[in-house]
């Protein structure tokens, strides 16, 4: 599932010009069923190393504003993939690699949400299954109908992020169909 949908349940870089002061931190989450290592780089200096599939770096400190992020297969240092972010002070950020070989994305998520509140959790969905279409996430019990009941994130298109939805704490079905399709 992890190659298909990467859930993100929320209770959850050295800048080259355009620094507004202050740092921000970054992690990589890899994601990607191509890339069993991945590393991470902020303006051209490696900031995270041999991040497997399916885990998470820890949160380095980086310079705000405007930076270059590339990812390269831990194993050579050539970019696979490189982009310009914009990261602001003291904010969290989780970037997350998926795809397969040869067809690596990215995708920045921040992490400065607010708690949820007690008894509950905060789980926002990123569709990284591209080539699916648009999807609807649904956790319910394990004999609930999908036609009786409502999805906690719908419409996800592929490389988006769903807003953040608070959820009662505890056990879940989790199903991931066509955006209305219960089917």
């Known amino acids: 599932l992890l190659g298909l949908l990467a859930l993100v349940p929320m209770v959850w870089l050295a800048g080259c010009g355009g620094s507004s002061g202050g740092n921000a931190s970054v992690r990589l989450v890899n994601a990607s069923s191509g890339y069993a290592s991945l590393d991470l780089y902020v ?3 490696i900031q995270q190393t041999g991040v497997a599939t399916g885990a998470a770096g820890s949160f380095a400190s980086v310079s705000s504003g405007t930076v270059t992020t590339a990812l390269a297969a831990t194993t050579n240092s050539t970019y696979l993939l490189s982009q310009t972010r914009n990261f602001a002070k003291d904010t969290k950020y989780s970037v997350v690699a998926y795809g397969w070989q040869g067809g690596l994305r990215s995708v920045v998520l921040t992490e400065n949400i607010a708690a949820a509140d007690a008894n509950k959790t905060k789980v926002g969905i990123l569709n990284t299954a591209t080539d699916a279409g648009s999807l609807d996430v649904y956790l319910t019990g394990d004999t609930d109908l999908l ?7 719908t419409a996800i298109t592929g490389g988006s992020q769903s807003s953040y939805a608070a959820v009662v704490s505890g056990t879940y079905r989790l199903r991931v169909t066509a955006t209305n399709n219960t089917n």
């Open 43 to 45: 303006a051209d200096t």
């Open 147 to 153: 036609s009786a009941s409502t999805p906690v994130a």
